[in-house]
């Protein structure tokens, strides 16, 4: 398993960049993958995926105990979907 420190000494490698750089680089990356969902736009990697938000509908929540009904407000969830070169890719390990 990766973890984001591996991602981070990858890009400090590849880009021989101190691990202090390398760290405030993919920190920048994340925040603006988090902004792009945040305002409820999709990003769109190439032969990757799609990271984008949906909207999810109220909730009813029934309690048999008391008989009543609850509802919960509706809400968005974050989601990626991958590109088919990526999971065709993926299948052949």
Do not use: C, W
């Amino acid at each position: 398993m990766a973890v984001k420190a591996d991602l981070i000494k990858f890009t400090k490698d590849e880009l021989g960049i101190t691990y202090e750089e390398a760290t405030n680089y993919i920190e920048k990356e994340i925040n603006f993958i988090k902004t792009i969902m945040k305002n409820g736009d999709k990003l769109v990697i190439s032969n990757f995926g799609t990271f984008k938000t949906v909207k999810k509908g109220t909730l009813k929540h029934y309690n048999i105990v008391t008989q009543s009904v609850k509802n919960s407000p509706s809400h968005s969830i974050p989601q990626i979907s991958f590109a088919k070169s990526f999971k065709k890719e993926i299948r052949k390990l």
